[in-house]
């Protein structure tokens, strides 16, 4: 496997289930991210993890909750999610959070909640 | 507040030039992406501007100007497999990306 890799591929799951996201990258990068991707919006940056660390939340609703357990791994974990939770969540990762290294992204997961 | 603002979609012709503008309102500034986003897939990096002026890399170029918050990319020789959305996307003072909505490119034969 190469680059940034996201399991599952598509999802479909209902408002009391509970299911996780992964990603994997094999770059040997230090700095991961979940992204969501919702039709006609901007992506909306969820999580970012430096150095399996935790830098930053945005504002994101504890229905989704990240894990970070090494720095090639990243897992969100989804429960009791809503309809407007269906999206495309994305992961990325880069070298480093700062300097000019840019974000590669996985292929996501398109996620539906019904 | 933070904003990035681009057109929501162009049009131009296979062999033709295009330019994507880009303006943007960030806290701090550190750095501008570009990215490209066919269809169902995911953003791939095209090009990064920290520094005014022009940057190039083959058939794409992207300019940045700090003092005015703007920037473009440049696509020349148009390509059928250009046709995707084109995501500019400055970085904070915190190294975050402000993602823009994305400019839909379409090429007509």
């Known amino acids: 496997e190469t680059g940034v890799t996201q399991t599952p591929r598509h999802l479909v799951m209902g408002m009391t289930n509970k299911k996780s996201l992964k990603c994997e990258q094999h770059l040997g990068h230090n700095a991961m991210y979940w992204y969501k991707q919702s039709a006609k919006k901007p992506l909306e940056l969820m999580f970012v993890y430096n150095f399996k660390e935790q830098t930053e939340n945005n504002s994101v609703p504890s229905r989704f909750s990240p894990e970070c357990p090494n720095s090639s791994h990243l897992f969100l974990h989804l429960h009791t999610l809503q309809p407007e939770d269906s999206a495309l969540y994305l992961c990325a990762s880069s070298q480093e959070l700062a300097e000019s290294y840019e974000q590669y992204f996985g292929p996501g997961t398109r996620l539906t909640v019904t | ?109």
């Open chain 2, 1 to 109: 507040g933070q904003n990035i603002d681009q057109p929501t979609e162009m049009t131009a012709t296979e062999g033709a030039i295009v330019q994507i503008n880009c303006t943007y309102q960030t806290s701090g500034f550190n750095g501008l992406f570009w990215y490209q986003q066919h269809a169902g897939e995911a953003p791939t990096f095209l090009s990064y501007n920290v520094l005014d002026g022009l940057e190039e890399k083959g058939r794409f170029s992207s300019f940045l100007s700090r003092s005015k918050g703007y920037s473009y990319l440049l696509l020349k020789e148009l390509q059928m497999k250009d046709s995707a959305s084109y995501l500019c996307a400055p970085r904070d003072s915190n190294y975050q990306l402000i993602w823009g909505a994305g400019t839909k490119l379409i090429i007509k034969p």
